[in-house]
């Protein structure tokens, strides 16, 4: 009798817990601390937050749900989820955009992880306490010096190596349970503190009343649009990778959809209640664009009793959270790229973490590089993926079988019919409305140019490259499953 290879049990999440902290900790820090006050200061406020919350509820609580799903349904990273819904062929090319979108959006994250990290390294040195310190003069001084972006870039590419071999439960999901709940602690007390301070009614004013005019305009939905998908992580890949790795009785519609939503908002105006009374106490134009978290907010740490202290509350756990976010996103492509080659995990972790490095140089030599790319494909690339995984659903696979299979499997939240026609309709209608809009509302952008190649390349190389490899008999067989932990 010939020898059958024997497969190794897929890795799980060991506690519900974990999988929670995973869902939330896939995007606090730069969804919420870092991008929300910034595009919210840039778009009117309150009227972001209001066309943030719409999407948010409409769209990306289902399609969460959706997507989870999709990776508990297939039990497959992004590729062979595509393909088990539609057959070998180019099609699969579908999940080959969502790969391409999430290394993108990886390459330029991991500077702002790099920051985080030189702040955290600071706040240790109590630099932010010092007599004379000045917030935007030391950010610019970051930002102008590329050789120190590169190699704090360099070192957080290694350190999400090192962690990603480790597996997910000995590696990921030892991160997160303490990464999440830090953060919150520390940004309860910065709001606290800011609140306290001279002007910051003007601040609470600015993020909660409503400018109804920029309800009107396309950036702020375009915007809203990108930020529902940036802080929820939907359309990353990132839902389906942690679906995937779920137990027989996690719970679908509340961990992957209800819970997630409500805590990546709640830390995002959490965040901005946080920020914005510190900005106007302080005089920051609150539209000042990427570096907005890292000039206001390291203003206050003098006002405060123990302020050395709680700057190191705060980034360290700023820096622990961005840094989950990383590991989730790189994951994606490390689950993937497992499946679809002969190499080891621990080789795929490599190279996929050195070909993000390599992406991620441009970013981390200049900030204004990194804005561009973070305009395209937050609000380009991330709804052209996310409409890539709903559309499959909704039209190849059908939201009522998922929705039998695998969201109502165990479920404590039961989701109902309802569910079918949003997946179906809406969430694809009303994202191809908003990117239609802007598009026409901007038309020769640079911003709108740089959308409309990322809508045709990624789809033009997802087909021809999954044709080549369909045709060519499809991934080659292996003799472990990835992801687990020895």
Not at 129 to 151: Q, S, V, W
Request: with cysteine.
């Amino acid at each position: 009798m010939a020898d059958v290879p024997t497969k190794t049990a897929r890795a799980e999440w060991g506690t519900r817990f974990g999988f929670l902290m995973a869902m939330i900790g896939a995007m606090v820090g730069a969804g919420n601390i870092w991008r929300f006050p910034y595009v919210m200061g840039n778009n009117g406020g309150g009227a972001f937050v209001l066309a943030f919350l719409s999407l948010l509820f409409v769209l990306a609580v289902p399609g969460l749900m959706a997507e989870v799903a999709l990776g508990r349904y297939t039990n497959k990273g992004i590729i062979g989820a595509f393909r088990d819904v539609v057959g070998r062929g180019g099609m699969v090319g579908f999940g080959v955009v969502v790969l391409l979108v999430n290394i993108a959006l990886m390459s330029y994250y991991s500077p702002v992880i790099a920051w985080t990290l030189y702040y955290a390294v600071h706040s240790l040195l109590f630099t932010f306490t010092a007599p004379g310190f000045e917030a935007e003069a030391f950010m610019n001084a970051l930002f102008d010096n590329a050789a120190l972006m590169i190699g704090l870039h360099t070192v957080v590419m290694g350190s999400i190596a090192a962690v990603l071999a480790l597996g997910i439960r000995r590696g990921v999901e030892r991160i997160v349970v303490y990464a999440v709940p830090a953060l919150v602690v520390s940004l309860v007390v910065m709001m606290i503190r800011g609140l306290t301070l001279p002007g910051a009614s003007e601040g609470i004013a600015f993020a909660f009343g409503i400018q109804w005019e920029y309800l009107t305009y396309s950036d702020t939905w375009i915007t809203a649009l990108g930020q529902a998908l940036f802080s929820t992580g939907l359309g990353w890949g990132i839902a389906l990778t942690i679906g995937s790795y779920l137990r027989e009785y996690d719970d679908v519609p509340l961990g992957g959809g209800v819970f997630t939503a409500i805590g990546e908002s709640s830390i995002g105006i959490l965040a901005a209640l946080a920020i914005f009374p510190i900005v106007f106490a302080v005089g920051v134009d609150p539209d000042v664009g990427a570096g907005l978290a890292f000039i206001s907010l390291v203003q206050v740490f003098p006002e405060i009793p123990l302020g050395g202290l709680v700057a190191i509350l705060f980034f360290v756990g700023f820096f622990l959270a961005t840094f989950t976010s990383g590991l989730l996103i790189t994951e994606v492509s490390v689950t993937t790229l497992s499946e679809e080659t002969r190499l080891s995990r621990t080789q795929t972790v490599f190279g996929v973490c050195g070909g993000i490095w390599l992406l991620g140089l441009p970013s981390a030599y200049s900030v204004e590089i990194l804005d561009y790319l973070d305009f395209v494909f937050g609000n380009w690339g991330l709804p052209l993926a996310t409409i890539a995984i709903i559309g499959t659903i909704g039209w190849v696979l059908g939201p009522e079988r998922l929705r039998l299979l695998a969201v109502n499997r165990n479920a404590g939240v039961y989701v109902g019919r309802w569910w079918d026609p949003v997946i179906k309709y809406v969430i694809p209608g009303v994202m191809l409305f908003i990117m239609a809009y802007f598009a026409y509302d901007n038309f020769r952008s640079p911003e709108m140019i740089g959308g409309m190649v990322v809508l045709v390349l990624f789809p033009t190389v997802g087909y021809v490259v999954m044709s080549i490899v369909e045709g060519r008999g499809g991934p080659p067989e292996r003799a472990d499953v990835p992801g687990g932990d020895d």
